[in-house]
């Protein structure tokens, strides 16, 4: 009997942090369709998650993800039908909200938990998408990001034209896309595709600690709503915003955990919130 395939996406949990990790370490986490289905199942499985408050999101080994996996694609039939159906992949995360995030590589706006993106190795194509529809990226100072499409002759793919400006502005999102350049952290960070950069070393500590931290002090249905008043604020003018703040602080004050926010508050105290 042959040995069952390894999973490509790792899931695991620790106070109340998810980690999501990209596990094709001997391809760079190069992108095919089993880890694509793989991925969504796993963010799927840390919304439905209690115990889970923030998701910690990145790659096993030196690399986050090279992008698709070219070689497997150039090379056999089989990576040429993976790419096809990849291509035909469109989540149905949940039909009540946004169609625009139901694409096959921009549905982390529909995860209902914040998405911090650790990127711990070489960021490109695909893998700059993923981490750019995470909510908060943080990258080791030596890692590189590439999105050169333009240099293989196609379209910048799966709605990274539409978000990378709005990350890093227009000019820098030009210069990135239109270059097909390589980028090293610090200069991604001054274009504000990334938020902080730290020594590689440090890159683990800090980002579980601030994870750690928003997990401890930040009710989850908040970060749920807020969330969704983040990623709802590109389609918005200021007069919708502010019909659904209102909408949603009638959603908020119907929870438990609104008055253990406010009680630890007045009390000084940490938080023991309850997901409710």
């Given at each position: 009997?042959?040995?069952?395939?390894?999973?490509?996406?790792?899931?695991?949990?620790k106070d109340r942090i998810a980690t999501v990790t990209l596990n094709r370490p001997e391809r760079h986490n190069g992108m095919n369709?089993?880890?694509?289905?793989?991925?969504?199942?796993?963010?799927?499985r840390a919304e439905a998650d209690k115990s889970v408050s923030v998701i910690v999101f990145t790659g096993a080994g030196k690399s986050f993800c090279v992008g698709a996996d070219i070689a497997t694609v150039k090379d056999s039939s089989e990576g040429v039908r993976q790419s096809k159906d990849i291509g035909k992949l469109f989540w149905q995360a949940d039909v009540t909200q946004r169609a625009d995030y139901q694409g096959t590589h921009c549905y982390f706006p529909l995860i209902g938990k914040p998405i911090v993106c650790m990127i711990n190795g070489a960021a490109a194509g695909v893998g700059v998408n993923y981490a750019a529809f995470s909510d908060i990226r943080f990258a080791a100072d030596d890692v590189t990001f590439a999105a050169a499409y333009v240099r293989r002759g196609i379209a910048a793919e799966?709605?990274?034209?539409?978000?990378?400006?709005?990350?890093?502005?227009?000019?820098?999102?030009?210069?990135?896309?239109?270059?097909?350049?390589k980028i090293k952290a610090p200069?991604?960070?001054?274009?504000?595709?990334?938020?902080?950069?730290?020594?590689?070393?440090?890159l683990a500590e800090e980002t579980y600690a601030y994870a750690?931290?928003?997990?401890?002090?930040?009710?989850?249905?908040?970060?749920?709503?807020?969330?969704?008043?983040?990623?709802?604020?590109?389609?918005?003018?200021?007069?919708?915003?502010?019909?659904m703040f209102k909408e949603f602080s009638r959603i908020a004050v119907r929870t438990e955990d609104i008055k253990e926010a406010m009680a630890s508050f007045i009390e000084k105290r940490t938080p023991n919130f309850k997901g409710k």
């Open positions: 009997m042959s040995e069952p395939a390894a999973s490509t996406v790792l899931y695991e949990v369709y089993d880890m694509c289905v793989e991925l969504h199942d796993a963010m799927l799966w709605g990274s034209a539409w978000l990378l400006p709005k990350l890093m502005g227009h000019s820098n999102a030009a210069d990135f896309l239109l270059s097909g350049r200069e991604a960070k001054e274009m504000g595709l990334v938020n902080r950069v730290f020594p590689r070393e440090k750690a931290e928003m997990a401890q002090w930040c009710p989850p249905h908040s970060l749920k709503l807020q969330k969704r008043q983040l990623w709802e604020s590109y389609f918005q003018n200021l007069s919708e915003a502010n019909t």
